[in-house]
């Protein structure tokens, strides 16, 4: 059974961080292209960031120089790591690895940017 677990989420005031973290099991990790994708209320789901692999990243125009994501290969899990956060980053965050034909999602977790 595949199980993708998000934390970390919760509330912070503008400039301030957070860390997400999504441990997984049930998937042989090392393979899977990790990822983090957000969505705001009325909006469509966004590719955040990915991470391949070999560690190779990508990341969404609006958060570049923000955000960084990484990945344990020996923890099965992949981190997001928010700074300087805006209220325009308030969304749900979703995890998902994707291999070949399996792709999987975590059941989100809330950022809420505000002061």
């Known amino acids: 059974q595949v199980q993708l677990v998000e934390s970390g989420g919760g509330l912070v005031q503008p400039g301030g961080s957070l860390r997400l973290s999504c441990a997984t099991s049930?998937?042989?990790?090392?393979?899977?292209?990790m990822g983090w994708y957000r969505q705001a209320p009325g909006k469509q789901r966004e590719l955040v960031a990915s991470?391949?692999?070999?560690?190779?990243?990508d990341y969404a125009d609006s958060v570049k120089g923000r955000f960084t994501i990484s990945r344990d290969n020996g923890k099965n899990t992949v981190y997001l790591q928010m700074n300087s956060l805006k209220p325009e980053d308030t969304a749900v965050y979703y995890c998902?690895?994707?291999?070949?034909?399996?792709?999987?999602w975590g059941q989100g977790t809330q950022v809420t940017v505000s002061s």
């Open positions: 049930g998937i042989i990790f090392r393979f899977y292209v």
């Open positions: 998902n690895a994707r291999f070949a034909a399996g792709n999987y």
């Open positions: 991470v391949i692999s070999g560690g190779s990243t």
